[in-house]
Each structure stands twice: as C-alpha cells, then as structure tokens.
C-alpha cells in the first residue's frame, strides 16, 4: 500500500505538471524551427514496450473512473521497428542502442560499430566534435550497453573493463567525451588491475558517489558512481532517475548558459529491462514510473528553455508482457500496486528463512490474497539439496512469478526480449519529423542531422 501511496502522489504532480505543460505548449511549438542548435535529451526506456506504458498508466488509475495521465501522453508521435542486422528479428541492447546512437543497423553485442566492426561516429561524438556539451545517466553501470553505445566502440556489450577505460581516455582535445556521466559502475573503474579514479580527480575531472555530493557540484565535468553495478531498483529504494536528470540538466543548463554551445543528454532507465527479464511486473511497475518522472523533469526544463528536444523511446520490449492471462478477462492492477518489493530481495531472504517462516514473511510484502493451496504450493517447492544457492533462488524466483502472475493476472511469454515496434515521442523542435512509422536508425540519423 505505501507503494501505491507513492506513485498516486508523484501521479498529482505529473497532473499539476499536465495542466502547466499545455499553458506553455505554444512556447515550445514556436521553437519547431530554432535560429540556433536546441538541446536534446533523449530518453531510452530499456525494455519499455507500449505495453509496459500501459501497465504503469493502469496501476495508477481507478477502475470504473477516467484513467491517469500520464508525462508519455501527449508526447506520442508513432512507432519504431527495432530488428538488427541478422535474420533474428529480435535485438538486444547493444545492437539497438548502436542504431540509436548512430543510426546505423549493427549485430546483436556490437558497441558503436556496424557488422563489419567499423565504429561508426555517434550522435555524442559529433556533438563534442562541434564543442556542444555532453553527458549520459543509466540507471544500470554506465559501462552497460546502451550508454556504452553513445560514447565507445568496442565489439562486444561483455567489455565493460575496456568500456570503462574509453570512458577515461577518451578525449576531444583537453576534454573527455562526456561532461556529465552519472549511475552505477563503480567496480569496473576501481578494479583490481587498474582504479583510475585518483588519475581523472587528478585531471580534472570531478568524482562523486553520493547524492549529496552530486547536488553540492558545481563544476564540470563529472563522473558520478552511486553503485558497484546497477542502482537499486525503484521498489526497493528511493527512486533515483529524476534526481540525477535533475542535477545534469542544472550542471549542463549552467555550462551552456556560460559557453553558449547546446547540450546532448542521454537518459536510460535501465532496469525496467531487468524487471521484464525476471518477469517482476511489480519491480517494471515502479521502474517506469521512475522514469516517468524523470521525463517530467525534462519536460520542466524545456517549459524553461523552449529550444529543447525532448525524445523518448524504448530499444526494444522486454518479456512479452500481457495484462491478462489464462484465459480470464481481468487484470488485477491493486494488487500488482500493493506488492512491496521486487523479486531480487524477496528471494533470497526466504533463503535465509525456514519454510514454515515464508508465509509470515512474505504475507506483509505481496499483500495479495493468495489462498491456502496456493501458499502450500509454493511451501511444497522442491529445493534439491545437491544444487547452489543460485539453483535455489532461480526455482523460488520462477514459483514466485507463476503465483504473482496466477493471483493478478499477469502473463509473460519469454524472460528475453521480443520483436514488437516501440513507442516514439517527442517535443520541441525537429519533433514533427519522427511523426509516423520509422525504423530506429531513422531516430539515430534524425539526431546526427540535428547535431551537424
């Protein structure tokens, strides 16, 4: 219910927000066509099929009444094929967030560069190359492939090491590539092999790794590493997303204030993916609307700054999510919006516990009216002794997501990716011309044609 209580809130302030961003609509409209380069933040919701968009604007709306608005609405212009260059149909991060970046198709893996390994100059290294201002946020590690895919060329998503390292060498001029670069990741540029930490603070460049610290920043550029790996999922934790846009879009609205170039800002809300993989609607639940909000602070950025380029799309849909399942024509949003926390804690901490202890312990945290044979069900799990701890969470995990899913009616066809199109939205200027059906190469070159 806390949970429940917390998205109704933030859903007020996307309705205030609402009400304000159509006041100030024909401000934005009357940038369509900028003397000047605008901004452009693009957010990338990893995994973030429409029908994840329809989930979230669900689970925050009442049966019976008119449903929720949400900051996605008004932005929406058309749809994006997201296939990579191989007969597979169906992408991965990497391959799809290459073609974002660069507007070209590459394999599935691929970093920067197209099938034949050649980098290929992406949207942020045209932008640098002009002297704009730069930056990238994951909710992952940002050396995970979709920031990866904005900054470095390497020919396989595994490299984080060596990501990690373009990340700190990387330079155009006296400068990094990026400005700003904010998520997790910190294991891969402290390692035991090489901590270039202490060398970049020696540079110049600005370490953080607490919010805090982050908010009291006033220079660039910066490396913010909140994490070893991903951030905490949203369910889990105090949502992150909208802060750290908020303090890139301060550090990057203040440098072009002062140097009168504009900025490209990359924001990716990395683990609604990892929700649809683990097949946690709860956990994607919460992912989205933390990237929800996220865009609202973009779009209050824009209500300031009109020459603003506001896109949202997804690299792919994760999970074959359906809302609705066996047969039956109901899908129960209140009790996906009364679970308390994702798959990733619960599973280990019956781990910890006695069979006779997972009822009490799990009861407070689904909240769902689950029924006697349904609880003995899930008591009666065959856990054989000869198999790891990690065997072990991967059975709980697969009889948690079949009873989640059974009790609010939740399907799921896959734990990897599908082949559906995603969602385009965009505001601001150059909007109008990713109106329709495109192709995700067609956002990449868009981009680079703004940027040039």
């Known amino acids: 219910m806390f949970r429940r209580t917390l998205l109704i809130a933030s859903m007020g302030m996307f309705l205030s927000a609402c009400g304000q961003n159509s006041a100030t609509s024909a401000k934005v409209e009357q940038a369509k066509t900028p003397s000047a380069p605008p901004n452009i933040i693009f957010l990338i919701g990893d995994g973030m099929g429409f029908e994840f968009i329809s989930a979230y604007r669900y689970a925050l709306s009442q049966p019976g009444q008119a449903l929720a608005a949400t900051p996605f609405d008004e932005m929406l212009v058309g749809a994006a094929t997201t296939y990579p260059d191989d007969d597979t149909w169906v992408t991965d991060s990497a391959a799809s967030a290459t073609a974002l970046a660069t507007g070209v198709k590459s394999y599935n893996g691929a970093i920067g560069v197209d099938s034949e390994q050649h980098p290929q100059q992406t949207m942020m290294e045209k932008a640098r190359e002009l002297g704009w201002h730069t930056g990238a946020i994951s909710t992952s590690q940002v050396t995970h492939a979709t920031p990866a895919s904005f900054f470095t060329h390497h020919p396989s998503r595994q490299m984080y090491n060596e990501i990690a390292d373009s990340f700190a060498s990387t330079k155009f001029g006296d400068k990094w590539s990026f400005d700003v670069l904010l998520g997790g990741g910190m294991s891969y540029f402290n390692r035991a092999d090489k901590n270039w930490l202490p060398e970049l603070s020696q540079q110049g460049m600005h370490i953080v790794t607490d919010y805090q610290q982050l908010a009291n920043t006033q220079e660039l550029p910066v490396l913010g590493l909140f994490a070893p790996v991903a951030l905490p999922y949203a369910i889990d934790a105090q949502p992150r997303l909208a802060q750290l846009t908020r303090n890139a ?16 800002l ?36 824009q209500q300031e700054h009109p020459n603003t380029l506001i896109v949202v799309t997804a690299d792919h849909s994760t999970g074959g999510l359906t809302l609705g399942q066996g047969g039956v024509y109901e899908w129960h949003s209140d009790r996906v919006m009364a679970i308390e926390n994702s798959l990733e804690v619960l599973v280990p901490e ?10 009490d312990y799990l009861q407070p945290r689904l909240n769902l009216p689950m029924s006697d044979a349904q609880w003995q069900q899930l008591l009666e799990i065959e856990l054989a002794g000869s198999l790891d701890r990690s065997a072990h969470e991967k059975i709980l995990e697969k009889a948690l997501v079949a009873l989640i899913s059974e009790v609010t009616r939740t399907g799921w066809t896959t734990t990897g990716h599908t082949a559906v199109d995603v969602p385009i939205m965009a505001t ?8 329709g059906y495109k192709d995700n190469t067609e956002i990449g070159k868009l981009l680079l044609q703004i940027v040039r």
């Not at 019956?350 to 009822?359: A, E, P």
């Not at 601001?428 to 109106?435: D, H, I, K, T, V």
């Open 266 to 301: 990359m924001i990716e809300g990395s683990k609604i993916d990892w929700c649809g993989h683990a097949n946690d609607i709860a956990c994607a639940i919460g992912e989205v609307n933390d990237f929800a909000q996220a865009l609202q602070v973009a779009k209050d950025f």
């Open 428 to 435: 601001g200027p150059y909007a109008e011309q990713l109106r």
């Open 350 to 359: 019956l781990l910890t516990r006695s069979r006779d202890q997972w009822r």
């Open 249 to 264: 879009l301060r550090l990057l609205g203040e440098a072009q204030a002062e140097s009168g170039k504009p900025f490209a």
